[in-house]
């Protein structure tokens, strides 16, 4: 699904980002994308503010970034990588490499935000977590 909402950079707090458009707002948690010169920042709409507006948070830093910047909806929510690929890779928020080992397939992905398991889902029994981290197996082992 995509979408065709363009907006512009309204106002810069930080890592919040407001971002105004015309008659018609997207979804609350779909990513918004501004094209900058050497990168692609995604912002995640949390909040509509009135009409015209939403509240963004930004996913990685919001340097550069100028009022009346061209903000484009994807139409869709932030999305990672999941599965075989992603094991034992460091990736950030919106499942880019950090690890400088090379992109990481999408073959399969997932949205960063999932519903809970059902209660009944949920184990009951009380056992060992194994991080394989030394420290914190032995200091915290539940």
Do not use: C, W
């Amino acid at each position: 699904m995509t979408s065709n909402l363009v907006g512009k950079v309204h106002q810069v707090i930080g890592a919040v980002v407001d971002v105004q458009f015309g008659d018609e707002l997207p979804a609350i948690l779909s990513a918004l994308e501004i094209k900058q010169e050497n990168r692609t920042l995604v912002l995640e709409v949390a909040q509509h503010l009135g009409e015209s507006s939403v509240r963004t948070i930004a996913m990685d830093t919001t340097e550069g970034l100028v009022r009346g910047q061209e903000v484009v909806a994807t139409g869709e929510a932030i999305t990672v990588p999941v599965g075989a690929a992603t094991l034992g890779r460091i990736m950030n928020v919106v499942g880019e490499a950090v690890d400088e080992r090379g992109p990481i397939a999408r073959d399969e992905t997932r949205g960063i935000h999932q519903p809970a398991p059902e209660f009944i889902e949920q184990s009951t029994e009380t056992e060992m977590l194994a991080t394989g981290i030394k420290v914190v197996d032995l200091l915290a082992p539940y």
